[in-house]
């Protein structure tokens, strides 16, 4: 068999940055100093990158004295502010760890990640109209021993302290290679994982984005999606480091209005989000009040894109440059996407092609051997932007890497003849629901800790708004009741409320295989034809 006929691309070979992401913020900074960093609207703050800088090396030296050193985590669990992004960029020039805390998080998943993160010292939001931050870690911290020593909310006299301090980065050693970031990632492989990625991974993951959107210094970014996820802090943050455009963070949370106002008042050029997002704001019943006209680009990503819904932000949105992305965690994120002036049908109907510097393959899911194009099989990635590993965990980091370096996605894919790829589905059970990774075990282990649950099984249905729902099969033991709100109520507080199942079935059995092995495939099924999802389920996606 000819190569060429062989399911491997591999993206155009192209100079990298070569810098660390505190060099890199150094570098804009001084090069267009009285460039826009970031606006936060909803926080009427402004920073130039020469600010940002100043706001990081205080930061940075505040971090020191406090006792975090280089390799050192630090946690940010907070909505979208200013603030995330300085101590991000702080960590960045003193070598902590930034730990990405999911502001959805509860007592429950807080105390997961404070335990495998070992983390030393946390930035939190007090409390917002959703959460009170400081309370549910004094509830944590209260029944548990942790290796956390500070934690500081934003807006308190011990934030202000940290930012009077004497601009200062750190004189010690930092590498391309040394890990910057950890992510919680539902993974591969079973219960959430801390994706170790280092400044070469996200710093040129970033760059590589930038290059693809021709992003330049005059570009400003609307970005709705979170910094907790790599849609906000790479493709988001990095991409604005890498080439010195600004960022505007329309609210704290999503808010199709905030956004359409942000883009007008701001003259954005570019607009992220996942598939929900562009779909609230094209139906927002305001929508025609704003002007769009500044819009030219922008990243649909972190769930399957309706391909009507792409067709209308081109138009509608005047994002004529609009591409899709795919990617995971664990390659930090981005592996294809598309580019700026692909036609429309590249554009909606496949995720793009290899990334620069990046090589793809699709694998036989058995043989592991590489199928020809057209054929579906386990997408697979190498290259300078695959994970170091999952933190703590070199059993699992091995199973999803192999001795030749190329990670196992777990997705499905076809590459057509061209080297364009499009997601045919999952090799494993990951629900992904509005962008955010849901994985069932998670929802499944604290589900059994319900005292009325005898055996649950948890899956994803397709659903119109978020591309998937969670789905919950429960058995209660013999003799017990319950009803669906009340599984709920037991969930509310305890697990993110996305992971809150919005099906919920009480079964006296699964279907099960001869063997005996439960078919989630059957339950998704059989809950399709009950609940009449038939259309949602064929509907095309990119």
């Not at 030393?120 to 009170?132: G, I, N």
């Not at 219960?191 to 070469?200: A, C, E, F, I, N």
């Not at 003849?417 to 499009?422: A, C, H, R």
């Not at 494993?428 to 994985?439: A, H, L, P, V």
């Amino acid at each position: 068999m000819e190569l060429h006929l062989l399911s491997y691309s591999q993206g155009p070979a192209v100079p990298l940055l070569d810098r660390t992401i505190g060099e890199q913020l150094e570098h804009v900074a001084r090069r267009w100093p009285d460039g826009l960093a970031v606006v936060s609207r909803h926080q009427s703050k402004r920073l130039t990158w020469s600010q940002l800088l100043d706001a990081a090396d205080r930061l940075a030296h505040g971090l020191a004295k406090l006792g975090v050193e280089p390799q050192d985590r630090v946690g940010v669990w907070a909505m979208n502010c200013w603030e995330w992004l300085a101590v991000h960029m702080a960590c960045a020039r003193a070598g902590a760890i930034l730990v990405n805390i999911n502001p959805s998080s509860r007592a429950h998943e807080l105390t997961y990640i404070l335990n495998r993160s070992r983390m030393k010292m946390l930035f939190l939001r007090e409390r917002d109209e959703k959460t009170d931050y400081a309370g549910l870690l004094a509830e944590v911290r209260g029944g548990g021993t942790f290796a956390l020593q500070h934690a500081v909310c934003f807006g308190t006299a011990a934030w202000d302290g940290l930012l009077a301090e004497t601009p200062r980065a750190s004189s010690a050693p930092i590498a391309l290679d040394d890990p910057t970031n950890i992510q919680y990632t539902s993974g591969t492989t079973g219960s959430p994982k801390g994706v170790l990625l280092t400044h070469r991974n996200i710093m040129e993951n970033g760059y590589l984005i930038a290059r693809v959107l021709r992003y330049t210094e005059q570009d400003r970014i609307c970005l709705a999606v979170p910094f907790a996820h790599c849609f906000g802090n790479v493709i988001g943050t990095m991409a604005a480091v890498a080439s010195g455009c600004g960022l505007i963070l329309p609210n704290a949370v999503f808010d199709p209005k905030a956004v359409l106002a942000a883009v007008e008042a701001e003259r954005a050029t570019a607009i992220y989000g996942v598939p929900t997002m562009f779909i609230a704001e094209l139906r927002h019943p305001e929508f025609k009040k704003f002007d769009l006209g500044s819009l030219r680009t922008g990243v649909m990503a972190g769930a399957p894109c309706p391909v009507e819904v792409m067709k209308q932000v081109a138009s509608d949105m005047h994002c004529r440059e609009m591409v899709i992305a795919y990617g995971l965690t664990e390659t930090a994120p981005v592996l294809t996407m598309s580019e700026v002036d692909d036609d429309m049908e590249h554009r909606v109907s496949t995720v793009g092609q290899a990334m620069p510097c990046t090589e793809l393959k699709v694998v036989d899911v058995e043989t592991r051997q590489t199928v020809e194009r057209g054929v579906q099989g386990e997408i697979c990635a190498r290259g300078y932007m695959l994970m170091q590993g999952y933190d703590g965990e070199p059993e699992a980091t091995a199973r999803v890497i192999d001795s030749d370096g190329w990670f196992r996605t777990a997705d499905l894919g076809v590459m057509r003849e061209d080297g364009y790829l499009n997601i045919t589905g999952r090799a494993k059970d990951m629900i992904i629901r509005g962008g955010e990774n849901i994985y069932p075990r998670e929802i499944e282990e604290f589900l059994y800790t319900h005292p009325q649950i005898a055996e649950v099984q948890v899956t994803g249905l397709p659903n119109e708004r978020y591309g998937e729902s969670v789905l919950a099969w429960i058995r209660l033991k013999p003799g017990e009741t319950a009803t669906a709100e009340g599984i709920r109520q037991f969930c509310d507080g305890e697990i993110a409320k996305f992971k809150i199942p919005e099906s919920i079935r009480f079964v006296e059995s699964f279907p099960t295989t001869l063997s005996g092995k439960i078919q989630k495939f059957r339950m998704r099924e059989i809950e399709i034809a009950e609940q009449g999802l038939e259309e949602v389920a064929r509907r095309g996606t990119a």
